[in-house]
Structure formats: C-alpha cells, structure tokens
C-alpha cells in the first residue's frame, strides 16, 4: 500500500532563514510526488511536481524539491522564508489508476519576523 | 485558469439531517474527488468519479454518498449528518484524457459544522 509521512506538524522558522519540509513515501512502483500549499481559509494550490523527469524538481515562490530514491524521500526548501510562506504544507503520492493522491499529514509553518 | 467552485463556504446542520454539498468545474475535467481534511490526518479521500454516473469509493467512505449526473458537478451527500462528520470539506478535479498523474485543481472548501 501507498503512503506518505510528513515528519513535522509544526515548523517554526524566522523570516530569511532556510526553509526545510520533510516528506518520506512509500510506494511498490516508480512514484509520481506532488508538494501543495494551503493558505488560510483556501483550498490547495499546487506548489511543484515530480514526474522523473528530473529530480530536482522548482515550484512556485521559489520553491524546490529533491527526489530521492534511495532514501525514499522528497523534501521542500526554500533558501529564505517569507512572511507570506506561512501556511500548510501536503507532500502527496499519485497512483496511476484514476489519478488519484494519497496525501501526507501536513506541515503547518510559521514564519516569525 | 481551472475552476473549481464549491457551492458553500460554511455550513450549520443538525444531526440527522440530509446535507448536500456542490461541486462544479470549469474545464472539462473526467476526474473529481471528495476529500475531507482533518488536523493532523491531511485529506483522506472519501469518493471519486472518473466519468458522468461512474463513482468509485475512496478510504472512507462510510456515511457518504455521490452522484455525479453532469460532467461538470460533483455532489457529496451526507445521507444522515452525524457530530463526527464535522469537517473541513475540499472538491477537487483532474483530467484523465491528458494522462497520467495529472495535478487536481482544488475548491476554496467548505467547513460544515453538526450540531
């Protein structure tokens, strides 16, 4: 069975320092990952997606993932935190039947001034 | 761009009442999806469709029903609302035809709340 950790409910950072969310997967086929955004009060916006095409993967807002294989994780960076970055962050596993995701628990963070 | 509309933000019901939530999209999409999102546990999937009248159960599904009858709009149904299905509501939508692992495109939400 597919499934997705987030390591981290909360992440505390302080505004322009590095910005670190881990995101470990399980799965029996080669996988397709997804990192989204979630802002208050809002759906999920996608931030970035990794098909193997290459596995540093750049999103939006300056963003970016590294797929790796052998320790069977994805995780989100981004070199410097804005105050604007605070929201929920879902690391999602995609099966190719349907299309369907199968999402992690989420990284709430908050970005101190 | 893709649009996903749920038909309410906020909702208040009673327990055992029949609760209908909307989904309509904009672009054409085979795929749509029920989740609902709870603290801590991220979305779990609770229906999806992948063509008009064609729905299949996600993880679950217990308490929930759907009906598909338009490409375009996709309704939850809450045959009889109970306090424990108080939560945070997300629609999203996908295509099919543009292969596999395409992102979903998700609504705003709706936060429904039984007392």
């Known amino acids: 069975a597919q499934s997705v950790t987030q390591l981290g409910s909360h992440v505390s950072v302080s505004e322009g320092a590095l910005v670190l969310l881990r995101c470990n997967y399980s799965s029996s086929v080669p996988p397709y990952l997804f990192w989204y955004v979630q802002y208050p009060n809002q759906g999920l916006q996608l931030l970035l997606k990794?098909?193997?095409?290459?596995?540093l993967v750049k999103g939006i807002n300056g963003f970016e993932a590294e797929f790796k294989k052998s320790e069977t994780s994805f995780h989100l960076t981004k070199p410097s935190a804005h105050m604007s970055d605070a929201a929920e962050y879902f690391c999602?596993?995609?099966?190719?039947?349907?299309?369907?995701?199968?999402f992690g628990g989420g990284t709430r963070v908050l970005v101190k001034p | 761009d893709v649009k996903v509309t749920q038909s309410s933000r906020y909702l208040v019901k009673r327990t055992g009442e029949k609760v209908f939530l909307e989904c309509v999209q904009d672009m054409d999409h085979e795929n749509m999806f029920w989740y609902r999102q709870d603290p801590g546990l991220g979305l779990r999937l609770i229906y999806f469709?992948?063509?008009?009248?064609?729905?299949e159960k996600g993880d679950i599904p217990e308490g929930y029903s759907v009906s598909r009858e338009k490409k375009e709009r996709f309704s939850l149904i809450l045959e009889s609302a109970s306090t424990n299905q108080t939560s945070m509501y997300l629609c999203?939508?996908?295509?099919?035809?543009?292969?596999?692992?395409?992102?979903?495109?998700f609504g705003d939400g709706t936060r429904l709340s039984i007392l």
């Open positions: 990794y098909t193997s095409a290459a596995t």
């Open positions: 999203a939508s996908n295509s099919q035809a543009m292969g596999n692992n395409q992102p979903q495109h």
């Open positions: 469709s992948y063509d008009v009248k064609m729905k």
């Open positions: 999602a596993l995609g099966e190719t039947a349907g299309n369907k995701l199968t």
